[in-house]
C-alpha cells in the first residue's frame, strides 16, 4: 500500500450524513445522473462524475465522500494531497499514473483530500523541483483525462486557495457550512437513538461543526455511562 493513498471501507451510508438542503440536493441530482447514466450517455448527454466539495471543517465532506461510494457500490480510495507534497517521494508521479489507471479499469471514488495543497503550489515552475513539477501535471492529467466509470471527489477547507482552472474541472461545487441549531438537533437525536434512555441526558452544543457536536455528545454519554456504573458498584457493596 503507497504511503499516500489508502482503500477506506467504512460502512456509511448516506443516512449516516446530515446535509444542508442545498447539498442534499445536489448530492440526490448527482446520484440520479449516476442512476440512469446509461440513457442519458445513449443522447450524448455528459455525466457529472467530479465533484469538489469545501466548506467548514467537520461538517460531513469526508463522510459524504464513503456515503457516495458505498451507495454506488464503489471502492473508495483517499488521497491525501498533503502527504505528496510534504514527502515528495521520488515514485510519486509514477504511483498517481497507477492509481488513475486503476480508475480506467475499475470503477471507483477516488477521493483527494485537502485539495488546497495542490493550489499551494502553483509557482512550481520557480522552484528548481522537477519532480513535484511531474507530480502536478500527473494529477492533472488525470483530472482532465478521468474515465467516466469511475467518480473523483475532492476536499478542501481553502476553497479560496484553489486555482481557477482547477475548480472548473469540477462539475459540481459542494458547499458545506456548519449546521443550523435544527439541523444540529436531528443529528444529537440520531446519535443518542443507540443508547438507552437513561444515559442520553446530555448539555447540546450548538453553533459548531458535526464532528465537534459527535465528540461533545460521545463523552457526556460516556460519563453518564461511567458514573452509572459508579453508582451501582456502590449500591453493590
Same mark, same amino acid.
Not at 467504512?10 to 446530515?18: E, F, G, P, Q, R
Not at 450517455?41 to 462524475?49: F, G, K, M, R, V
Not at 515514485?91 to 486503476?102: H, P, Y
Not at 455511562?225 to 453493590?236: D, L, Y
Given at each position: 500500500m ?6 477506506d471501507?467504512?460502512? +456509511? ?11 442534499? #440536493?445536489?448530492?440526490? /441530482?448527482?446520484?440520479?445522473e449516476?442512476?440512469?447514466?446509461e ?5 450524448q448527454?455528459? %455525466? ?6 469545501y ?7 469526508t463522510?459524504?465522500?464513503?456515503a ?5 457500490n464503489? *471502492?473508495?480510495?483517499? +488521497?491525501n494531497?498533503?502527504?505528496i507534497?510534504?514527502? #515528495?517521494?521520488g515514485?510519486?508521479a #509514477?504511483?498517481?499514473? =497507477?492509481l488513475? *489507471?486503476?480508475? $480506467?479499469?475499475?470503477?471507483? +471514488?477516488?477521493?483527494? /483530500?485537502?485539495f ?6 502553483r509557482d512550481?515552475?520557480n522552484? /528548481?523541483n522537477s519532480?513535484?513539477k ?5 494529477i492533472? $492529467?488525470l483530472?482532465?483525462n478521468?474515465?467516466?466509470k469511475? !467518480?473523483?471527489m475532492?476536499?478542501?477547507?481553502? &476553497? $479560496?486557495? !484553489?486555482?481557477?482552472?482547477? *475548480?472548473r474541472?469540477? @462539475?459540481m461545487?459542494?458547499e458545506?457550512?456548519?449546521p443550523?441549531n @435544527?439541523t444540529?438537533?436531528?443529528?444529537? /437525536? *440520531?446519535l ?9 441526558e ?7 461543526s458535526?464532528?465537534?457536536?459527535k ?10 455511562i461511567? $458514573?452509572?456504573? %459508579?453508582?451501582?458498584q456502590k &449500591? =453493590?457493596?
Amino acid at each position: 500500500m503507497s504511503s499516500f493513498y489508502y482503500i477506506d471501507r467504512s460502512d +456509511v451510508n448516506l443516512d449516516d450524513v446530515v446535509f444542508n438542503e442545498n447539498v442534499a #440536493k445536489q448530492i440526490e /441530482d448527482f446520484l440520479l445522473e449516476q442512476q440512469f447514466k446509461e440513457k442519458l450517455l445513449s443522447y450524448q448527454l455528459p %455525466i457529472a462524475n467530479k465533484i469538489l466539495m469545501y466548506g467548514a471543517t467537520g461538517c460531513g465532506k469526508t463522510m459524504t465522500a464513503k456515503a457516495v461510494a458505498k451507495h454506488l457500490n464503489k *471502492k473508495l480510495v483517499i +488521497v491525501n494531497l498533503a502527504t505528496i507534497i510534504s514527502s #515528495k517521494l521520488g515514485e510519486t508521479a #509514477k504511483n498517481i499514473d =497507477a492509481l488513475f *489507471k486503476e480508475a $480506467q479499469y475499475e470503477g471507483l +471514488v477516488l477521493f483527494f /483530500d485537502e485539495f488546497d495543497s495542490l493550489g499551494q503550489i502553483r509557482d512550481y515552475d520557480n522552484k /528548481d523541483n522537477s519532480e513535484m513539477k511531474r507530480v502536478v501535471n500527473a494529477i492533472l $492529467q488525470l483530472i482532465d483525462n478521468f474515465p467516466q466509470k469511475s !467518480i473523483l471527489m475532492a476536499a478542501t477547507n481553502q &476553497v $479560496q486557495m !484553489i486555482d481557477e482552472a482547477l *475548480k472548473r474541472r469540477f @462539475e459540481m461545487h459542494l458547499e458545506f457550512t456548519n449546521p443550523t441549531n @435544527e439541523t444540529l438537533d436531528l443529528y444529537y /437525536d *440520531k446519535l443518542l437513538a443507540n443508547f438507552p434512555k437513561e444515559y442520553c441526558e446530555i448539555n447540546r452544543t450548538y453553533n459548531t461543526s458535526f464532528a465537534e457536536a459527535k465528540n461533545l455528545a460521545l463523552y457526556q454519554v460516556k460519563k453518564n455511562i461511567i $458514573q452509572s456504573e %459508579i453508582k451501582n458498584q456502590k &449500591v =453493590a457493596n
